[in-house]
């Protein structure tokens, strides 16, 4: 293993620990809201029974503020568990076009069976992930909150227009 690999190995475990943006209650996850803004979607992998429900808010102040917050509950591996806060953490501050960019270049990482290189500018510490994309059973671990966010993200700019 290079040590590119173990530093990137070591990054997953630690996000899958410490779990940034793990603080949404069960009570929370069970209620959809309903404030402008936000959205919130839950998503299952049948397969290994990995789940997270996953709420994002804007900032005040209609369809073109920032991410305010990203926040989740879940369970499953620690891929899954290092990607929904990876993901948390690089959603925070960026515009929605940022968070939808982001999520179509970790889509197209996660699709490419390990023959592209991340992007780290534009993925940051997502790209740590890249090394999943050769296991296409682990593909839908590491994609699980990136799609929860992308629907998420879709609610919360329609129900802020």
């Not at 803004?37 to 290994?48: E, R």
């Not at 029974?49 to 073109?64: A, Q």
């Not at 690089?90 to 076009?97: D, H, I, K, T, V």
């Amino acid at each position: 293993m290079s040590s590119l690999d173990a530093m990137y190995q070591q990054l997953i475990l630690e996000h899958a620990k410490a779990r940034s943006g793990a603080d949404l209650s069960p009570d929370e996850a069970a209620a959809m809201p309903e404030q402008a803004g936000v959205g919130q979607c839950h998503q299952l992998n049948p397969v290994c029974g990995d789940e997270i429900t996953l709420r994002l808010e804007l900032e005040p102040g209609g369809s073109e503020s920032n991410i305010k917050a990203v926040r989740w509950q879940g369970e499953g591996c620690a891929i899954s568990m290092a990607s929904a806060s990876i993901l948390s953490e690089l959603s925070e501050g960026a515009s929605p076009a940022e968070l939808d960019e982001m999520i179509g270049h970790f889509r197209e990482l996660m699709r490419s069976r390990g023959r592209l290189e991340p992007d780290e500018e534009i993925l940051g510490d997502a790209a740590a992930l890249a090394g999943v994309a050769k296991y296409p059973a682990r593909v839908k671990c590491a994609m699980l909150a990136w799609v929860a966010a992308e629907d998420a993200l879709r609610q919360a700019v329609s129900a802020s227009s």
